[in-house]
């Protein structure tokens, strides 16, 4: 494990990627975004993450800026950011609403969000607004085609 871990930061010391996959996963009953941010809806709860290509492109997360509770967050708008070795990214909302819980594991763990984008690295839930918003987003296997064509521009 401690070699794995120092591979891991040597690689990314180097800019360098030790384990690059040719594919991401997605989730079935998922939407996605077209900035890499999926959605789990629940009623009219909708839970918010980045996606396992969006991670895999960052590479190591460092840190994660959640909003306050209670904050507002609108579709396509900035939220948030993750840092990673390589870079800093906003975090878009990909629905309107409030924010009813963040994710607080991430201040001490912000490498959930490599680990486990689905489920343990989730970033923020939201009460939506307006499910409407829903329909413009992407399912699961436009999602994975958007992602082909964007890799292949690269």
Not at 57 to 86: I, M, N, R, W
Not at 103 to 127: C, D, F, Q, R, T
């Amino acid at each position: 494990m401690a070699s794995k871990l120092w591979a891991s930061r040597a690689a990314s010391y180097f800019r360098i990627s030790l384990f690059h996959r040719g594919f991401a996963t997605v989730i079935k009953d998922f939407k996605y975004a077209d900035s890499h941010e999926w959605v789990k809806v629940d009623g009219s709860s909708a839970t918010v993450g980045i996606t396992d290509h969006a991670q895999d492109h960052l590479g190591d997360v460092v840190y994660v800026e959640l909003p306050e509770v209670g904050a507002s967050v609108t579709q396509g708008a900035s939220f948030g950011a993750v840092e990673s070795v390589k870079a800093t990214s906003d975090i878009n909302s990909p629905i309107s609403g409030k924010v009813v819980e963040v994710n607080e594991e991430l201040n001490n763990s912000p490498g959930l969000v490599n680990a486990s984008p689905y489920e343990n690295g989730w970033i923020i839930k939201v009460e939506m607004d307006n499910s409407v918003e829903l329909k413009s987003l992407m399912d699961s296997d436009q999602y994975s085609k958007f992602c082909e064509e964007e890799d292949a521009k690269h």
